[in-house]
């Protein structure tokens, strides 16, 4: 079984970012129906993703990664569970092919400086993402469908303005990772 709602550890990261800096662990269950009871057993499919963030020079960019990863959480419990209740015509979509079980935040999000190919402006800062999300999937489900439609659902959530305005992010650059 999936555990409901654990955040397993939490390691706060003061700015400036140590490489090595994690975020907390989200691990969630979709609501159960009478087919997904019947479905039997589950896998798990690990879908990494890669961002550069611009944020502003004083901003936490610890904070802002759990930030940036709870809403990505969020919205995969929202729009891609496997509830019948659910009309969201983007849940059905991707519904068609998987039925999702659940969502798990590991991989670690780790954070990095861009390098100094990447030219950023004064009160500026640049890091790099790496992460990834757990599906738990009926184990009938194909690998490369989920990490397909996990990985294209989390560009749209990391890359929208509306997920990052007020976390002193200036712009965001989503690398697809899951091939």
Known sequence: PFP??????AIPTPYPVDPESTTARLSDSCPSTAADDAA????????????????????????????????LHRSLMADMCSDGRR?????????ATVA???FDSNPDDTTSGCGEDVNVVEGQAC?????????????NARRLVVKRQVGSFAEGVLSDPATYEGLGIQQVAFDDNTS
């Open 4 to 9: 409901a709602f654990d955040i397993v550890t």
């Open 40 to 71: 039997g057993t589950t896998k798990n499919v690990e879908v990494d993703y890669e961002y550069t963030m611009i944020v502003d020079a004083e901003a936490d960019a610890g904070t802002i990664v759990t930030e940036m990863e709870n809403a």
């Open 87 to 95: 009309t969201n015509s983007k849940a059905r979509t991707l519904q």
């Open 100 to 102: 999702y079980q659940g």
């Open 127 to 139: 890091f790099l993402v790496q992460g990834g999300v757990t599906a738990v999937v009926d184990e």
